[in-house]
């Protein structure tokens, strides 16, 4: 079974920055993409960023366009995001998922992390 696990989450001023992995258990080989999703409390979940496995090839939300960084480690199945510059408006538990499609949409997703919160305090 697969499974992906989020960490790297945690407390931080605005203007820092945080690097969140997710590791995966077994190299998910029906998910073509890998991406990074976020909720706050009362809100629905929001597209981060995503990349492609195969060729990575990376795709942003406007929100963090410029700030947020997705990377990937392939032999250690391993997907990055890297947040620089971060706003009170960041705060939320975020999630990194597999999907076998180029997709921005969370029910196109197949496999999911328990998520990792951030939190960044004004």
């Known amino acids: 079974q697969v499974q992906l696990v989020e960490s790297g989450g945690g407390l931080v001023q605005a203007g820092g920055a945080l690097r969140l992995p997710c590791a995966a258990s077994?190299?998910?080989?029906?998910?073509?993409?890998m991406g990074w999703f976020r909720q706050a409390p009362g809100k629905e979940r929001e597209f981060v960023a995503l990349?492609?496995?195969?060729?990575?090839?990376?795709h942003y939300g406007d929100s963090v366009k410029g700030r947020f960084i997705i990377s990937k480690d392939s032999p250690n199945h391993t997907v990055y995001l890297q947040m620089n510059d971060l706003k009170p408006e960041d705060t939320a538990v975020y999630y990194c998922?597999?999907?076998?499609?180029?997709?921005?949409?969370?029910?196109?997703?197949?496999?999911w992390g328990q998520g990792t919160q951030v939190t960044v305090s004004s």
């Open positions: 998922a597999g999907s076998s499609q180029w997709s921005w949409y969370p029910n196109e997703y197949e496999y």
């Open positions: 077994v190299r998910i080989y029906s998910s073509r993409v």
């Open positions: 990349i492609r496995w195969s060729t990575a090839r990376t």
